[in-house]
């Protein structure tokens, strides 16, 4: 791990990577304690943390997401293009353009 950080940070000082490393590897072993306890569930991540993990599971399983491309296609036959739109920004939030996090 010590390698990966260096050879990602070449120009970065010496105390800092000691201190990144040390935070990555304790970051490790809590979550590890925590799983080992079944206590993970209550950990609460960062907004920024929660959307990583979510693109990434979409990525990881293209089988859901094209189960939801499916429905999506089944319910513009079933209710039409227009309702279906108007359901998707006004119930559920859909494809509202959020502010990027600078």
Avoid at 62 to 86: E, F, I, M, N
Wanted: glycine letters at 4%; one cysteine or more; a positive charge.
């Amino acid at each position: 791990m010590a390698e990966r950080l260096l050879m990602k940070h070449l120009d970065a000082p010496g105390r800092w990577l000691q201190e990144k490393h040390r935070r990555v590897l304790m970051n490790k072993f809590c979550g590890r304690y925590l799983r080992e306890k079944y206590m993970h569930r209550f950990i609460i991540y960062s907004e920024q943390v929660q959307d990583a993990y979510e693109n990434n599971r979409r990525l990881r399983n293209p089988a859901t997401t094209a189960v939801q491309q499916a429905l999506h296609g089944l319910s513009y036959t079933v209710y039409g293009k227009p309702d279906v739109r108007r359901l998707m920004f006004e119930v559920f939030d859909f494809e509202q353009i959020q502010p990027k996090s600078v």
